[in-house]
């Protein structure tokens, strides 16, 4: 069990017949009345995302999340083909489930989902992803002293803003985490 007064971001919680995850929170101790934490939380398995604010002594229990690690191998209309890497067993999730690690991963990366209670919720892409520029303007002769940048697509078809030395055919290093170009390879 975990109080409110206990609440950090990442933690998941059992709550209101639903698994939650503690996207932002906020000790209040106003002057005059109780102490109160205010939270945003977002359901994982929904996404619905709601404020709350709780007495620091209410307990819940933890979410036990579980994560493994697969191999992301097609796509199937809507579905998405993924093999347990110890196994080899084929695993099919949907959209919904993929989209926050779909614009990153290419066929044959491997990938971590998430899991509560044996049911598939989430998948999360590495932290860092190589990618090939498919699709970018040519950067102005002259114009690399400023920090100046412009767009480009990558082969999962993924948009991010990059330097203007960057060409068609470079490989780049993405931060998954703020979509954010790092360098290029």
Same mark, same amino acid.
């Given at each position: 069990?975990?109080?409110? %007064? ?10 209101? %017949?639903?698994?939650?995850?503690? +996207?932002? *929170?906020? =000790? +209040? ?26 007495? !620091? ?14 191999? &992301? ?7 998405? =083909? *993924?093999? #347990?890497?110890?196994?080899? $067993?084929?695993?099919?999730?949907? /959209?919904?489930? *993929?989209? #926050?690690?779909? !614009?990153?991963?290419? /066929? ?17 892409? !590495?932290?860092?992803?190589?990618? /090939?520029?498919? =699709?970018? /303007? !040519? ?14 697509? +990558?082969?999962? %078809? &993924? ?10 055919? $470079?490989?780049?290093?993405? $931060?998954?985490?703020?979509?954010? &170009?790092?360098?290029?390879?």
């Amino acid at each position: 069990m975990i109080t409110a %007064g206990d609440f950090k971001k990442g933690i998941t919680v059992e709550w209101d %017949g639903g698994v939650w995850t503690i +996207v932002d *929170f906020q =000790h +209040v101790k106003p002057g005059k009345g109780a102490a109160f934490v205010r939270t945003k939380i977002k359901n994982i398995m929904t996404g619905a995302v709601l404020e709350r604010t709780f007495n !620091p002594t209410d307990k819940m229990p933890k979410a036990m999340i579980e994560t493994k690690e697969y191999q &992301y191998s097609y796509a199937d209309g809507d579905m998405y =083909h *993924f093999m #347990d890497t110890e196994t080899y $067993d084929d695993l099919m999730l949907t /959209e919904e489930q *993929f989209e #926050d690690a779909k !614009p990153f991963v290419k /066929e044959n990366t491997n990938v971590t989902i998430r899991f509560f209670k044996g049911k598939p919720f989430s998948v999360a892409a !590495p932290n860092f992803v190589e990618l /090939e520029v498919t =699709h970018t /303007e !040519p950067g102005f002769k002259g114009d690399t002293a400023s920090n100046t940048t412009k767009p480009a697509t +990558v082969e999962t %078809g &993924y948009t991010l803003q990059v330097p203007l030395f960057v060409e068609i055919g $470079d490989i780049l290093q993405i $931060d998954t985490r703020t979509g954010e &170009y790092l360098s290029r390879m």
